[in-house]
């Protein structure tokens, strides 16, 4: 189950989508998307996997004094410098992008890290049925951003639409959201 839910958003970027985008971008344009694809992967995952790891340690902790909101607290102070320093860099990286794809590119790095953070919901509680299905929308939204992104031409919204949904059915189907912030 946990095989299946890494694996379909791949071969849903990998085999169909990913090339679809390359046959319509430039050969340079088409390497700067990889580009930031990578950097804001390598990025978020670094963050948010790690305040997952700490969240999922720490949770009996947590659990046993009623302790609510740190954990929503330190990922809106982690997403500021991480999403800066995507954004810092794919400015001198791509020279004279414009202020819509550095949009697209913050509102990327924001989901993916409340992608990698907020799964620990599942996990916490085992429940690969949930992020299988979680991945499986994040698939399904990775098709609908693709037709946006063929009506306006900015690749990001393929990965917005994806991750946005997948995090939207996280904070519907987890309480990690409505812990507040404290």
Same mark, same amino acid.
């Given at each position: 189950?946990?095989?299946?839910?890494?694996?379909?958003?791949?071969?849903?970027?990998?085999?169909?989508?990913?090339?679809?985008?390359?046959? /319509? %971008?430039?050969?340079?344009?088409?390497?700067?998307?990889?580009? &930031?694809?990578?950097?804001?992967?390598?990025?978020?995952?670094?963050?948010? /996997? =790690?305040? @997952? @790891?700490? $969240?999922?340690?720490?949770?009996?902790?947590? =659990?046993?004094? @009623?302790?609510?909101?740190?954990?929503?607290?330190?990922? +809106? +102070?982690?997403?500021?410098?991480?999403?800066?320093?995507?954004?810092?860099?794919?400015? /001198?990286?791509?020279?004279?992008?414009?202020?819509?794809?550095?949009?697209?590119?913050?509102?990327?790095?924001?989901?993916?890290?409340?992608? $990698?953070?907020? #799964?620990?919901?599942? %996990?916490?509680?085992?429940?690969?049925?949930?992020?299988?299905?979680?991945?499986? +929308?994040?698939?399904?939204?990775?098709? #609908?951003?693709?037709? &946006?992104?063929?009506?306006?031409?900015? !690749?990001? !919204?393929?990965?917005?639409?994806?991750?946005?949904? @997948?995090? +939207?059915? &996280?904070? &519907?189907?987890?309480?990690?959201? $409505?812990?507040?912030?404290?």
């Amino acid at each position: 189950c946990n095989y299946v839910a890494t694996i379909v958003p791949l071969l849903v970027l990998q085999l169909f989508l990913l090339p679809k985008v390359n046959s /319509i %971008l430039s050969e340079e344009n088409y390497g700067f998307v990889l580009t &930031i694809i990578s950097l804001v992967t390598m990025v978020t995952d670094a963050a948010g /996997i =790690s305040l @997952n @790891n700490v $969240r999922l340690i720490t949770d009996i902790d947590y =659990s046993e004094e @009623n302790y609510k909101g740190d954990f929503n607290f330190i990922f +809106i +102070i982690l997403v500021i410098p991480v999403s800066f320093a995507v954004l810092v860099v794919s400015a /001198i990286y791509m020279g004279g992008i414009s202020v819509v794809d550095l949009l697209g590119i913050f509102a990327m790095t924001v989901l993916f890290m409340g992608v $990698r953070y907020y #799964i620990v919901g599942f %996990l916490i509680h085992l429940n690969y049925t949930k992020l299988m299905i979680g991945n499986l +929308i994040q698939a399904v939204g990775y098709f #609908i951003g693709y037709f &946006i992104f063929k009506a306006t031409l900015y !690749w990001q !919204w393929i990965y917005i639409v994806g991750y946005a949904l @997948n995090l +939207i059915y &996280i904070f &519907i189907r987890t309480s990690l959201i $409505r812990e507040g912030i404290r």
